[in-house]
């Protein structure tokens, strides 16, 4: 320890006497003549690190930090003194070399951010499959003008590169000692930096980085570079874990489920027991899309009247990541979370599940999943079999025309028809079944307006001018904009909807059977896209200023809380009864299996949401990220902040208990699928010889 107090005192007194040098001999402009290179490499991948922080999160914390600038520097200085090991006709590829690799990291999560609210992680790699399906997607609401600023920097270095050839800067020799000299000079300054970097971060923030779970906070605290190499590690080591973690694992899972309590019965306990089932997946359907009309008509006329004859859960909230829709099926029909690395669908097919359709065909059900995609996407042709689906209709099992298409594949009215044909042939053949229709037509960019039919999203008006006579006034209000065009696209697909229960009708198909609808996912179209909708004003066909009293503001917050997409559980015979009504505690995709378990009467003992008339106002919505939602509180683990929303004071017990039930939730949903916990009789030995033969 006494010598590396020395050293670190000879290190200070050594940069004490080199500032002072640099004042009394005036090196700074030598220095900066002799490695303008080097510099302009530092400044430019630093610069590019903290761009990307100030667009993609917004708060004053993040403003201010200075943490993640000395991170960022720190490892930047690192590489670019490695340079100097290199003759000076050399570096120019070395450094232009990690100038496009820094900028294409810094790139890569803009746009990734821009769609996901996320940071990108190596673990996503093996999704660039699904890229060309939804290319249209990317190009047209992603990529934005900030994105090109990134590359500025590596044509900056060109540009410098150029003039020094030009000037025969290159000549100077320098012998191999400079250049080592030189080298351990700048790295040591490198190592300063990181010194006083690591002098800044607490525990917690030691704690957050190991768990990965909340990438928000690990850029704000340690900078983009450093995330996205701890990420490599965090992608790599659940697979280096499932050989050797699975102890830890099983232990820590027998622990949570040791004093789970069983199951009671209550009000709702077996009233669809029997039953038949349609499930609509309806993609990218929120539940603020049920509140909104434009011009005295409804953009969802049909889902509002079946949540007005139904069970409608109005605080229902689907924590995807970046699976996606993929995430949902996992959460609607396991009852666990995404995964901390990849997706489940994708990387997790071969574990076991204890899954909705393979729990109800053990009751004799006949299952079955139709999905006008392609089979592939998202790994669905295996990944349905572990779920416990006897049949997948995919695109293949459809006649798909170049006339009945719209975004990724079969429209919305052509895929229910013809699966209402596979419908009416299922029900002659099964006593009982259990279906899962996936909709496609409501898919990002939404930007088919000429095949979603007549629905204008502006504002219509009557005036009577001064000689009394009257005409019609437009103002585009949504017409034009992202958001419009989705309204345009929600309403074609709820169409699709109020079609699909018509037919289902006239093939007598709804007297024994229950009506499920979920949305899957949030749109993801930027906070900045709904200022329009809330803050119009028609007389200047503009948005209205901050300081104009009709404002509505519309904050990160209100972001987060509005992005909730709607429950609806409906059968023919319910309107008027006590079912029928608008349950407003908040609720989890992952919720949904225990719930419909106890009106089914099936039963997930491994479940780890909650029956939502056991648990009632008492449960927590937990999310992705470590954000976690109650009746009364938001919490955002990112920046430590919550929104009480009953203007009530929260108590530092109640935030650290529902931050560590957050904690022990992510971990054990984690766990139970990388480790196949779910598997019965897996000994570790015959554990390894799996996992070795899957190559993980």
């Known amino acids: 320890?006494?010598?590396?107090?020395?050293?670190?005192?000879?290190?200070?007194?050594?940069?004490?006497?080199?500032?002072?040098?640099?004042?009394?001999?005036?090196?700074?402009?030598?220095?900066?003549?002799?490695?303008?290179?080097?510099?302009?490499?530092?400044?430019?991948?630093?610069?590019?690190?903290?761009?990307?922080?100030?667009?993609?999160?917004?708060?004053?914390?993040?403003?201010?930090?200075?943490?993640?600038?000395?991170?960022?520097?720190?490892?930047?200085?690192?590489?670019?003194?490695?340079?100097?090991?290199?003759?000076?006709?050399?570096?120019?590829?070395?450094?232009?070399?990690?100038?496009?690799?820094?900028?294409?990291?810094?790139?890569?999560?803009?746009?990734?951010?821009?769609?996901?609210?996320?940071?990108?992680?190596?673990?996503?790699?093996?999704?660039?499959?699904?890229?060309?399906?939804?290319?249209?997607?990317?190009?047209?609401?992603?990529?934005?003008?900030?994105?090109?600023?990134?590359?500025?920097?590596?044509?900056?270095?060109?540009?410098?590169?150029?003039?020094?050839?030009?000037?025969?800067?290159?000549?100077?020799?320098?012998?191999?000692?400079?250049r080592k000299k030189k080298t351990i000079k700048t790295v040591a300054v490198g190592a300063i930096f990181a010194i006083i970097f690591l002098f800044t971060l607490t525990p917690t923030d030691m704690s957050r980085l190991i768990k990965q779970w909340n990438r928000e906070y690990i850029v704000m605290k340690y900078g983009i570079y450093i995330y996205q190499a701890n990420d490599v590690v965090a992608s790599i080591q659940p697979k280096i874990n499932s050989l050797f973690g699975y102890d830890q694992a099983k232990k820590n899972f027998n622990d949570y489920f040791a004093d789970k309590e069983e199951h009671k019965k209550n009000d709702y306990t077996g009233i669809f027991e029997g039953k038949n089932v349609i499930v609509i997946h309806g993609e990218s359907l929120q539940t603020n899309l049920m509140s909104l009309s434009f011009n005295g008509e409804e953009v969802t006329p049909n889902l509002n009247k079946l949540a007005s004859e139904g069970m409608f859960f109005s605080n229902f909230y689907s924590p995807v990541s970046v699976g996606t829709s993929s995430d949902a099926e996992l959460m609607f029909n396991t009852s666990l979370l995404p995964t901390k690395s990849g997706t489940a669908f994708v990387s997790y097919s071969d574990r076991t599940y204890n899954a909705t359709p393979g729990l109800l065909r053990e009751k004799g059900y006949y299952t079955f999943s139709m999905h006008g995609n392609n089979a592939d996407f998202w790994n669905r042709r295996n990944m349905h079999k572990s779920l416990g689906y006897d049949r997948f209709y995919s695109k293949e099992d459809y006649e798909v025309t170049e006339e009945n298409t719209v975004g990724l594949g079969i429209n919305d009215y052509a895929f229910f028809d013809q699966s209402v044909d596979k419908l009416v042939k299922i029900n002659e053949k099964y006593d009982k079944w259990y279906g899962m229709m996936m909709m496609l037509s409501n898919h990002t960019p939404f930007s088919e307006v000429d095949k979603y039919g007549d629905f204008p999203v502006d504002i219509k008006e009557t005036i009577t001018n001064e000689d009394g006579t009257t005409e019609e006034v437009t103002y585009p209000y949504m017409e034009g904009t992202k958001l419009g065009n989705y309204f345009k696209s929600a309403h074609y697909a709820d169409g699709a909807i109020g079609e699909l229960m018509e037919r289902l009708e006239e093939e007598d198909l709804l007297d024994n059977t229950v009506i499920i609808i979920y949305g899957d996912h949030d749109a993801k179209l930027p906070r900045a896209d709904y200022n329009r909708l809330y803050n119009y004003d028609k007389e200047t066909d503009s948005i209205l200023d901050k300081e104009d009293p009709n404002y509505k503001e519309y904050d990160s917050y209100q972001y987060e809380l509005g992005r909730k997409v709607p429950l609806i559980i409906w059968t023919k015979d319910m309107a008027g009864t006590d079912l029928n009504k608008e349950y407003t505690d908040v609720m989890s995709m992952y919720d949904v299996e225990p719930t419909l378990g106890n009106m089914f009467g099936f039963s997930n003992e491994y479940a780890l949401g909650h029956d939502i008339f056991d648990i009632k106002d008492q449960n927590i919505v937990v999310f992705p990220n470590g954000n976690w939602l109650t009746n009364n509180v938001y919490y955002n683990s990112q920046k430590g902040e919550y929104l009480s929303l009953n203007n009530n004071a929260i108590s530092e017990e109640e935030i650290k208990k529902n931050n560590e039930y957050a904690d022990a939730l992510l971990a054990v949903s984690n766990d139970i699928i990388i480790f196949d916990l779910l598997k019965e009789d897996q000994t570790d030995e015959n554990r390894v010889i799996e996992n070795q033969e899957k190559g993980t």
């Open 1 to 178: 320890m006494k010598n590396i107090k020395n050293s670190w005192n000879r290190l200070v007194e050594s940069f004490k006497k080199n500032l002072k040098r640099i004042k009394t001999e005036h090196l700074l402009k030598e220095y900066v003549k002799n490695n303008i290179l080097f510099l302009v490499f530092v400044l430019t991948c630093v610069i590019n690190s903290t761009m990307l922080r100030f667009f993609c999160i917004n708060s004053t914390e993040n403003y201010l930090a200075v943490a993640p600038i000395l991170a960022d520097l720190a490892i930047v200085t690192i590489v670019g003194g490695l340079g100097y090991l290199l003759k000076p006709k050399n570096r120019f590829a070395y450094y232009l070399g990690f100038s496009i690799f820094f900028t294409a990291i810094c790139l890569i999560n803009s746009i990734y951010y821009t769609y996901y609210t996320s940071f990108a992680s190596v673990s996503m790699l093996s999704l660039t499959q699904y890229v060309g399906d939804v290319g249209d997607a990317v190009v047209e609401q992603v990529i934005q003008f900030k994105d090109f600023l990134y590359l500025l920097g590596p044509i900056l270095l060109i540009v410098i590169n150029h003039r020094l050839k030009k000037k025969n800067l290159y000549r100077k020799v320098e012998v191999k000692s400079e």
